[in-house]
C-alpha cells in the first residue's frame, strides 16, 4: 500500500508468533492490510499487527471507519456481521469467510441480556495470532448492544482444510 513512518512508540502483535513488540518511533513501516479496522505492516524486522486503536501512530495514515451494528438492534445477524470485521493479519478474508468459525450459540436471559460464545478454529494449530484473533472477535461481539457477556473458544475439532472457504472467500483468495 504505502510506506509510512512511525510518530511514536508503538504496541503491536508479531505475525505470525503472536507475541507482544513494540515499534519504535521514526521507524518506517509498510502497510500491508487494512481490514477489519486493524493494521498489519512489515518492517525490516518482519510483519506485525497494530491495533485499530495505535495506527494513530503511524505518519499519515487515516483510519478506515468501520460500520458497527452497536447503535443498533441485538441479532444473530449482527454477531454473524461483527465476526466478518476480524482478519487474520496475513489473510485478506474475513474468519467466517475463511470457514474459521464453527459455532455461534446465543443464551438470552428474561431480562433481554444475551451471552454469546463462538468457536473457532485457525488455519494451522501452531498459529501464535489465534489469541490475537479470538480477543479482536470476543471484543466486536461484546460491543453489541444488549451483550452481557462474549466468550470466543479456539477449537481444533474438526481440523480446519482450505474446502471449508465460503465462494466468497476463495473467490477474494483467487481460488475460483
Known sequence: MANHRLKSDCPATAVPAGTPA???AGDEVYIVQTLGGNVTVRTDHGLFRIAADDAVAIEGYVAQTTATAAAGEFSEEAVWEALKTCFDPEIPVNIVDLGLVYDLSIDTS??????????????APGCGMGPVIAEDARQKIAALPKVKSAKVHIVWDPQWTPQMISPIGRQ???LE
Open 172 to 174: 477474494v483468495l483467487g
Open 110 to 123: 428474561p431480562d433481554g441480556e444475551h451471552d454469546v460464545e463462538v468457536k473457532m478454529t485457525l488455519t
Open 22 to 24: 513494540t515499534l519504535k
